[in-house]
């Protein structure tokens, strides 16, 4: 029987028996048993400069330890979650977090405890989430002037270029991408189902500029600033998950007046949107690196209103796509 070639899956599988024999063996001689892990943060609300925020370093360690009993119900959760990706990885099948919540529903109680674990199997095994076979929930689209293969199945989204196709699971299983398109556009409006992971992929190959269109809301800038710094609770992977030469075409606080928005699309902002919105405006990358941004949520704060994209569709359904995008792109409206 031949051998089977190596994987890359192989390395981490390797670091999973290792992790889990070291538990076993300080459990069987009744070591105390603790687990170090890094800590990570992506931002934080110091407004001298002086932050590591952005270096990728680790900013503290967090020690798990088995006498705790809210440490020990973590530990159990992580060996479980860790067996169910080691199963992944030796069947070279892939699973999202909700996937792994609901193969034990009644025992990690909510959905946050089976991310938190992965997150800590990432950190102990100095690792990407996709590298552990573990993916997001595929809702994301693609479409426009792109071909290219997946898991050796052709994707011609060029052929039908207003037809839209999923995102791929996996961006290991993408390769020959070809697109004669000038610009990547992100049109987001699917607050907490980002996919970073693939837009960063095309860009790395296609070199080609990305702007991203968010609703002009609290939510939607948290979106927009998670393409191009990383999300807080991957903070140890952002260098890797986000796209830090991604563009902000629109919409602004500040264009409402300008395109004449109708007071019916604007609403105003809740108490909760305000909460959040005060909150951002602490963050250590938008002063550092982009103030204009910060300009912007400060407008939106200060007029007190909040508007979606299609908004600005209202007289016209083709004015997005036929003047608005045109013409940002062509004349350098973006920040």
């Not at 199963?87 to 792994?100: T, Y």
């Not at 990407?128 to 689209?141: A, E, F, Q, T």
């Not at 002037?145 to 699971?169: D, H, M, Q, S």
Request: glycine letters at 6%.
């Amino acid at each position: 029987m031949a051998e089977r070639s190596w994987r890359p899956s192989d390395a981490i599988l390797r670091r999973i028996k290792g992790f889990v024999r070291c538990v076993v063996e300080d459990v069987a001689s009744n070591r105390s048993l603790s687990i170090p892990l890094d800590r990570y943060r992506n931002y934080c609300s110091d407004p001298s400069g002086s932050c590591i925020c952005s270096s990728g370093l680790p900013c503290g360690k967090e020690i798990i330890l088995l006498e705790k009993e809210s440490h020990a119900y973590r530990l159990d959760v992580l060996l479980n979650v860790l067996l169910i990706v080691q199963r992944l990885l030796q069947e070279n099948k892939h699973g999202s977090k909700r996937d792994i919540y609901y193969m034990k529903p009644s025992f990690f109680r909510e959905q946050a405890v089976v991310d938190r674990a992965i997150n800590d199997i990432c950190i102990l095994l100095k690792c990407s989430r996709h590298n552990l076979n573990v993916v997001p929930v595929g809702k994301g689209l693609v479409m426009g002037w792109l071909k290219f293969i997946e898991g050796g199945r052709e994707i011609y989204c060029i052929r039908n270029p207003n037809t839209a196709y999923p995102i791929p699971v996996s961006v290991e299983d993408v390769e020959g991408i070809v697109s004669v398109a000038r610009y990547i556009l992100v049109v987001e409006k699917e607050t907490g189902k980002i996919d970073v992971l693939f837009l960063r992929h095309l860009v790395d190959q296609l070199q080609l500029p990305v702007f991203c269109l968010v609703d002009s809301d609290p939510y939607g800038f948290d979106i927009l600033t998670i393409y191009r710094f990383g999300s807080l609770q991957m903070a140890y992977d952002a260098k890797l998950m986000c796209v830090p030469d991604i563009r902000w075409l629109g919409v602004f606080p500040s264009e409402f007046e300008k395109y004449q928005v109708p007071d019916r699309c604007l609403l105003q902002l809740t108490p909760e949107d305000k909460k959040k919105a005060q909150a951002m405006m602490l963050r250590c990358y938008l002063r550092q690196e982009a103030p204009q941004w910060r300009f912007e949520l400060e407008i939106m704060l200060q007029k007190g209103v909040k508007f979606e994209i299609e908004a600005l569709s209202v007289s016209s359904l083709s004015f997005l796509s036929e003047e608005y995008i045109p013409a940002k792109i062509q004349h350098g409206e973006h920040v």
